[in-house]
């Protein structure tokens, strides 16, 4: 029964990214519980995985070695689980990226048939220290673009990267106007699903724009690490309510 309902998601998933108005994208978001992959269990990719499977999501976390995220999966309980890289992509509808920045030239290369034409919300931020000529590529490039060379064919939102996973952790779901989590992206309906995704963990989506504007909240610029609520967002990012 459960394999049924999960192609029955699937297909739908497809059905309405391909052909449908991005509204119904969205739509099918918040009210089926799509599988997640998240590719990394640290701590970005481990809070937001955990709030997805708060939401009812079936998340599977993956690494190079699954079993050092059995601590992880049984503090979540169901409907998290752990598996491979190869194993994740092939079960998640939706992907969240959530590895050091230097591994992405690898990634994108060993698994770019399975990523193509899935909808990917890219978490990482590239640091001097720690990923050399890829963090001066995205200082010049802009962070979007540079993601999208090494992760072509997927269907790319910057999403998640804007923030210390600490405010995540305490935000999510708080009293009062949500934290808002700036994304963006060039595929439409790709941005319907990751902005739901977003709500599901507990915030408010704002869209900035368009790879491009990735710059705009990327590590180093001013919308990078603001606790701001929705309003106060679109009005720092110059975007419409």
Request: with cysteine; proline share 6%.
């Amino acid at each position: 029964m459960a394999c049924d309902r999960r192609t029955l998601l699937t297909g739908a998933l497809a059905l309405a990214l391909a052909a449908a108005p991005a509204v119904a994208g969205t739509a099918l978001a918040q009210e089926s519980k799509i599988p997640i992959a998240v590719i990394g269990g640290g701590n970005i990719g481990g809070t937001i995985g955990g709030l997805w499977v708060k939401a009812g999501h079936p998340v599977m976390f993956a690494s190079r070695h699954p079993e050092e995220l059995k601590p992880l999966v049984e503090t979540l309980g169901p409907p998290a689980r752990a598996g491979t890289v190869e194993q994740a992509l092939a079960f998640g509808d939706a992907v969240l990226i959530a590895v050091p920045y230097r591994a992405y030239p690898e990634l994108g290369k060993t698994y770019a048939a399975a990523l193509k034409g899935k909808v990917v919300l890219d978490a990482g931020n590239a640091t001097k220290a720690r990923d050399g000529d890829l963090a001066a590529e995205a200082e010049s490039a802009g962070i979007g673009a540079t993601s999208a060379r090494y992760l072509p064919g997927a269907r790319l939102v910057r999403a998640f990267n804007a923030a210390n996973y600490k405010l995540f952790a305490q935000n999510a779901h708080r009293s009062g106007a949500p934290m808002a989590v700036p994304i963006a992206g060039d595929d439409k309906q790709a941005l319907e699903v990751a902005a739901a995704l977003v709500r599901d963990a507990g915030f408010d989506p704002v869209v900035v724009g368009g790879l491009d504007a990735a710059r705009k909240f990327q590590m180093g610029s001013p919308g990078f690490q603001r606790d701001a609520t929705g309003p106060e967002a679109r009005k720092a990012f110059g975007v419409a309510e």
